[in-house]
């Protein structure tokens, strides 16, 4: 179990909060507009595109299937490059080992990257706890720390945030600056955070960063950004702790080049980030710049019992953020609504994998199952099945509530019985059909509120799938 507060059992609650959040909802609409139109370009644009996805899945999926070997090849060459590497079973081992870094560095602030599994471990506050200043320097992030949040989207953090709640958390925050200095502008924000975060890039002891990639054959460590700040955070400090789990390791260099080629498409639909960069090991003698000492602290928490399950597929994952871009569940109620770390489709699938089934119960189920997610993923994870996987779990172990579980077994007293089925539904359909003629769609059906109380509910029209069935034939 996690230390990272989770309000995933509570989604149900946390979905009716963020429907009614207006500011919220203007946010989502710009997901819409900006991801999914640029990810469509970008990949159309690219004839080789389906043929990268394919090699995309089956590097990852060679990789998951020996990893062992990858990360023990891995490991040798970090350390013969100089660097350490350290095995964290869970977050409590993990927190440990960066703390103990940080201490014995004499660390008082640490900089740090955007990093999820740094979130999923709750670096943040551990390192606080123990009297070490963590500062965000991704400036999605530094906005969340500022106003005390967790990342919304795994790719644009504060994307929940409108640019006057930011202006609002830097007022509050920067206190010693003119308080009644103009931040109208996204551009006079952004040369604020920067100007606020210089120093602190300057002063800090430790970096931390994520991962996206750890390449066995070189012992590198690969950040993808669009800031530059992870390259700061890496470079100044004289210790550089690199935070990843388990499946960042891909085999060779060559494998991490076709990864960055639809990575970056599927994300933000860059034909690659403004910045890529390979770490290997500390400074050298002839470097000029980078660490005096390089850590990996490499995660488990949970992953190997995936490994070995029936979700293992999902460690293909690559952290682009096109399944929640594209998941008109994700488009409705946003990332917080899901209650932990991972948003969207793939957090769907991860947080139960990870939390247990428990605790996130409710997420499998936030899902039209409209296959969009399986659609745009670069490397094919085949989300819908997993979500149905979680989902055949969630009723074999009877964790659904009552209402579910009677309109189930209802349904399947009808379904198993189609002329009884077709008795009663035909009649109701046209019933339907007939009220919406107005409209063409229906605004609210009285016993079946929830699905008409934000959105408009299509009329029925034509023959039903049944009767096109039979005609087929
Ligand atoms: S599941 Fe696929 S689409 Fe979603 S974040 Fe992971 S790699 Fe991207």
């Known amino acids: 179990m996690s230390v990272v507060p989770s309000t995933s059992p509570n989604f149900k609650a946390n979905v009716k909060e963020a429907l009614a959040d207006e500011q919220l909802q203007n946010a989502l609409a710009n997901i819409k507009n900006g991801f999914v139109r640029n990810r469509r370009i970008a990949s159309e644009r690219l004839a080789e595109f389906e043929a990268l996805r ?74 606080e706890e123990n009297g070490i200043e963590p500062i ?38 920067h206190t010693e600056l003119d308080a009644d200095r103009s931040l109208e502008d996204a551009d006079d924000l952004l040369a604020e955070a920067r100007a606020m975060l210089r120093d602190k890039f300057i002063q800090a002891d430790v970096g931390i960063t994520g991962a996206n990639f750890l390449i066995a054959e070189t012992g590198s460590s690969v950040i993808v950004t669009n800031e530059g700040n992870g390259d700061l955070t890496q470079t100044l400090p004289k210790v550089h702790i690199a935070l990843a789990s388990i499946e960042k390791v891909v085999p060779t260099l060559e494998d991490v080049t076709t990864l960055l080629r639809v990575l970056a498409r599927s994300a933000t639909g860059q034909e690659i980030s403004s910045y890529t960069t390979f770490s290997t090991g500390p400074r050298r003698a002839t470097d000029l710049d980078g660490p005096e000492e390089y850590h990996v602290v490499i995660v488990d928490n949970g992953r190997t019992e995936m490994l070995a399950g029936d979700f293992s597929e999902m460690l293909r994952c690559i952290r682009c953020g096109a399944c929640m871009n594209h998941c008109p569940v994700y488009n409705a109620v946003g990332g917080h609504a899901y209650g932990w770390v991972y948003p969207g489709p793939m957090g769907a699938v991860l947080t139960p994998g990870l939390m247990g089934l428990d605790e996130a119960a409710h997420l499998p189920q936030a899902s039209t199952l409209c296959g969009k997610c399986e659609e745009v993923c670069p490397v094919r994870i085949p989300l819908p099945t997993l979500l149905r996987r979680w989902r055949d779990q969630v ?79």
């Open 395 to 473: 009723y074999a172990r009877d964790l659904s509530d009552w209402m579910t579980k009677w309109g189930l077994k209802y349904w399947a007293m009808f379904a198993k019985r189609p002329a009884l089925y077709n008795f009663l539904a035909n009649p109701k359909m046209r019933l339907l059909a007939w009220w919406a003629k107005k409209h063409g769609h229906l605004k609210s059906i009285p016993t079946l509120k929830g699905w008409t109380e934000n959105r408009n509910f299509p009329a029925p029209e034509g023959k039903t799938f049944h009767q096109l069935w039979k005609e087929r034939k």
């Open 136 to 173: 965000e320097t991704d400036l999605g992030e530094y906005i969340i720390q500022l106003r005390g949040e967790m990342p919304s989207h795994i790719i644009a953090p504060a994307t929940h945030v409108s640019k006057e709640q930011v202006a609002d958390a830097f007022k509050e925050t």
């Open 54 to 127: 394919d090699q995309a899945r089956d590097i990852k999926t060679h990789t998951i299937e020996h990893l062992d070997v990858y990360l023990e090849i891995y490991q040798q060459n970090v350390e013969a490059s100089g660097g350490q590497v350290h095995w964290a079973m869970d977050e409590v081992e993990a927190r440990k080992i960066i703390l103990e870094i940080c201490q014995n560095a004499d660390a008082k602030t640490v900089t740090k990257g955007k990093t999820m599994i740094g979130e999923e471990i709750g670096i943040n506050e551990y390192l």
